[in-house]
């Protein structure tokens, strides 16, 4: 998740973490992972300089979970100082290397990473979410379908609108969930789907009735 270094992103950052931990099955990573997500954040706010262009990478293999803070200045390297107990700052690094179970960083050409790891149950951090699978599968069926070759089966009934019902149904909350798994916001997007909705059927009336008053002769959709 890319990011400008400002003391407001600090809330947006928190919150992506929440999402992803939760959505992983690491609810009891949240706290710490946030806190320290904190720290390296501002800790590039404080000694790069506001406004520096940064990244935040998670990542968990099912025994450990990564934490990674990525910015480009490559010689102000995050350290353990012994700060005075009346210090206003100074104790970031600290803080991270009391909570996290190891830590470090990595130097590149262009940029460095300032990362840190938590040991997570290996029952916690399951292999693979179910949902978000399908719904990666479905986003690549669509991107190569073109209509006419995406069409329905007409077929009428009860029992077949309520099969197609309960399709639909699990199609966008699969949908929904990788959303908000790659941290995006799920009331927004329902929220535009249902005023588009509304917006397109209510066009569709009015092209309806125009037709009708014009005498040109209405359509089955």
């Known amino acids: 998740m890319a990011f400008t270094a400002q003391p407001e992103e600090v809330t947006h950052l928190r919150s992506a973490v929440r999402i992803h931990l939760t959505a992983w099955g690491l609810d009891d990573q949240v706290d710490t992972a946030q806190l320290c997500v904190s720290e390296l954040v501002s800790n590039i706010v404080t000694h790069v300089g ?22 480009p200045d490559t010689r102000a390297l995050p350290t ?3 700060a005075e107990i009346d210090a206003e700052g100074g104790r970031g690094m600290a803080l991270v290397a009391a909570l996290a179970d190891r830590w470090g960083v990595q130097v590149h050409d262009d940029h460095k990473v300032t990362w840190c790891e938590f040991a997570v149950a290996a029952s916690a951090a399951p292999e693979g979410e179910p949902s978000v699978e399908r719904a990666d599968a479905l986003l690549d069926v669509y991107a190569t379908l073109k209509p006419p070759a995406c069409s329905y089966d007409r077929e009428s009934g009860r029992v077949r609108r309520r099969v197609e019902e309960e399709s639909v149904i699990d199609m966008v909350t699969d949908l929904l969930f990788r959303l908000r798994a790659h941290g995006g916001d799920v009331d927004r997007v329902l929220d535009c789907a249902q005023s588009r909705l ?10 309806a009735d125009t037709q009708d008053a014009v005498g040109q002769p209405r359509r089955n959709a």
């Open 198 to 207: 509304e917006g397109a059927a209510s066009f569709v009336a009015l092209n």
């Open 80 to 82: 353990l100082v012994d």
């Open 50 to 71: 506001t406004g520096t262009p940064g990244s935040l990478a998670l990542s968990t293999d099912g025994e450990r979970l990564r934490v990674e803070v990525h910015d």
